[in-house]
């Protein structure tokens, strides 16, 4: 194992996007119904939150079932579709299976996916330096499991592992991907302010649904395609592990 090799950006971004293609329209269908769903349920969540008038209506909202139910499936399906796409992009297609794989491992990803964010929360209250060294650090906790069958805890230390020595890079690679994000959002938004009719004002138009839902499913492709390409990077810089071997044992 080599310590002190240093991932490519160059190679994950590029990595990245042929992820992006491989996986195909069975990647674009599973990120569009289900993280584009999430995206507008979520949306309209926010709606109703925004719109109560008083501060007993907010927090009346804040506290429903639905609120919370609504989270907790949010939190639940992102990580299922993190492993989806994450399983895909690796081995260049087969939705099918990588449902099936996620479906087996749904408790276990569902118990990281908890876990995690509980950690990055606690961290982000702290400062937030915290959390984000934290999301660094357990960044590639989720294709971990599902490539060596590890358990909860087992996946996070093996992601903090596996990134020790490349924190500033995969911080790098975070940030270029959230400033991409940034900007795209701000030009969708700028598009859907020019779609926005005065009657529409106050109340989310049809253009600014369908934005959401596109967006979405685009972050989520991009999104689980860069974790697929770093984890292949650190295997293969610290481990020797190709790509081609991985996507074997994912297969």
């Known amino acids: 194992m080599d310590e002190t090799a240093k991932i490519d950006l160059g190679r994950v971004l590029s990595r990245m996007g042929s992820m992006v293609g491989a996986m195909g329209l069975g990647g674009l269908a599973i990120a569009a119904l289900v ?6 349920a979520m949306a309209a969540l ?9 501060p007993d209506q907010i927090l009346a909202t804040f506290f429903s079932p639905y ?49 995690s964010a509980i950690a990055i ?13 934290l999301y660094i650090m357990l960044v590639v906790s989720v294709p971990a499991m599902l490539e060596e069958n590890a358990g909860v805890i087992e996946s996070m230390k093996r992601s903090r592992a596996l990134t020790k020595g490349s924190r500033w890079r995969v911080f790098l690679l ?9 900007v795209a959002s701000g030009l969708v938004g700028a598009v859907v302010g020019v779609a926005t009719t005065p009657e ?8 600014a649904w369908a934005v959401s839902a596109v967006l979405a499913t685009i972050v989520s492709l991009v999104a689980a395609a860069l974790v697929a390409s770093l984890y292949i990077e650190l295997r293969t810089i610290k481990e020797g592990a190709s790509a081609d071997a991985l996507a074997g044992v994912f297969a």
């Open 121 to 133: 929360g606690l961290g982000m209250v702290l400062l937030i330096v915290p959390g984000i060294i």
């Open 200 to 207: 529409s004002i106050g109340n989310m138009s049809w253009a």
């Open 67 to 115: 609120y919370w139910l609504t989270i907790l499936v949010g939190t639940v399906i992102g990580v299922l579709v993190q492993a989806v796409l994450v399983r895909s992009a690796i081995v260049g297609g087969d939705v099918g299976g990588s449902v099936a794989l996620a479906m087996r491992r749904i408790g276990p990803l569902i118990g990281l996916a908890l876990l």
């Open 46 to 54: 926010l709606q109703q939150f925004n719109s109560a008038a008083t």
């Open 35 to 40: 993280s584009g769903g999430t995206a507008v």
């Open 174 to 182: 975070l940030l270029i991907f959230v400033i991409a994000y940034m």
